[in-house]
């Protein structure tokens, strides 16, 4: 079994450091000692080391909307058209070159494990694959080479709307036919070394109520995660109001999707009964500010969802950025925008939100530097522009609220460097990269 050690100016061991010791075998920790010195064959880790960022919900496809859609007006919806003209292009040569670049953009940025939550299953027609999951497979390929974890948020999507309207366009190829087709073809996946394949319930209008329960069902039987949509749009709320005369929280209450063990993601518009469900359930609530501002969806109740009982978690969703540090400081910030004041959540909380509550959203052991840990960590620059000055009793407001992707030194995925330095070890200039996959798309 491979051994590493790794020493550490500065760590965030639920609270600050100095001076650690952090020691691997095979993948995971096996000590972390504070106040040690540094063994002649440590890696140094200058600057202070966190647990590796948690991207807990992701559309890979969707960076390549960055800068291409910013312009101009409009709101979700238009925005929608242009997301499914990119969908309808991408096959599974394309999508794994363009995945790989994203997930080694976010490996830079210090994001050791990422939840794709992945529609696109079939040919743009809607004809399945020779393999059925062909496009998931390109993006668990993605992220191995990328040197990341991913949790494979399979999404069940068999509707075009409320009322049950069949899909079309480029939505043919988001549909298995029914809740069993769809466990078919996600029943020819498997776990593997740094994946999990987890559920999806796209949303209440692309999910009806039974096929809710089936999927929920299917999660809780394997004890996989369970993610999904939930009020991004006031328009969905109202449409599930008239249809069921329900919100959409409470309808996959009533459907058996809520729990600890289930990620709903936005949450944006909800009334304060939606609020109490979620929290007396335990339902995680995962965030994407960057992404909830750049379509003009809302400010969702960040803190009253947490004093309901939710953990929160983030995510970069459309990569209109892949920066967890600003995803982490923006719940906080949008929160002072909406209501005039200050200090809704603690700097501790925000971090924890980016590391270990995202890696239980995702289902992964990881996401403190503690023994018996997966060995993911990243180290942000104490020195650069953004931090220098800080202090160690202030490590983790400097972290949240002044650092930024561009401040990540090093990464470290089960023991092993994947990044340092702004560069990818093992693909390099991921700038490059990324261009490419891109030019491959026009």
Sequence with gaps: MTAHSYHAELAWLDSP???????????????????????????????????????AHSHAFHRALRGRTQAGSGDFWAWRERMYEVAGRLDPDSYFALARAVYAEMAVAGVTAVGEFHYLH????????????AMGHALVA???????????????????????????????????????GWADRVALLADGDGVRIGAAIHSVRAVPPEAVEAVAGW?????????????????ENEACLRATGLTPAALLHG?????????????THLSDADVELLGASGTLAC????????????????????????RLCLGSDSHSVIDLFEEARAVELDQRLATGLRGHHRPEDLLQ???GCGMASLGWDAGRLVPGALADFT??????????GSRPQDAAAQVVFAATAADVTHVVVGGRPVAADGRHLALGDVGELLRKALAGLE
């Design 142 to 180: 993605a992220a191995r080479e990328a040197g990341i974890r991913i949790t494979l948020l399979d999404c069940c999507y068999l509707a075009g709307g409320l009322g049950g309207e069949p899909l079309s366009g480029v939505q043919l190829r988001y549909g298995d036919g029914d809740p069993a």
């Design 219 to 235: 999660a809780r039987a394997r004890g996989t995660p369970l993610h999904f949509h939930l009020s991004e749009q006031q328009q």
């Design 353 to 355: 939100a980016a590391t």
């Design 122 to 133: 079939h040919a743009a027609d809607g004809r399945a694959y020779a393999d059925p999951n």
């Design 287 to 310: 965030l994407c500010p960057t992404t909830e501002r750049d379509l003009a969806d809302g400010v969702g109740p960040a803190s009253r969802l947490v004093a309901a009982g939710s």
């Design 379 to 388: 180290t942000v620059s104490l020195r650069s522009v953004r931090t220098a």
């Design 17 to 55: 450091a100095e001076n650690v010791l952090i020691e691997v075998e095979g993948e995971r920790l096996v000590r972390v000692t504070e106040g040690a010195e540094a063994p002649p064959d440590a890696v140094r880790l200058p600057g202070i080391t966190v647990p590796g960022l948690a991207n």
């Design 255 to 267: 459907r058996g999707a809520l729990g600890a063990d289930a990620t709903a993601v936005h949450a």
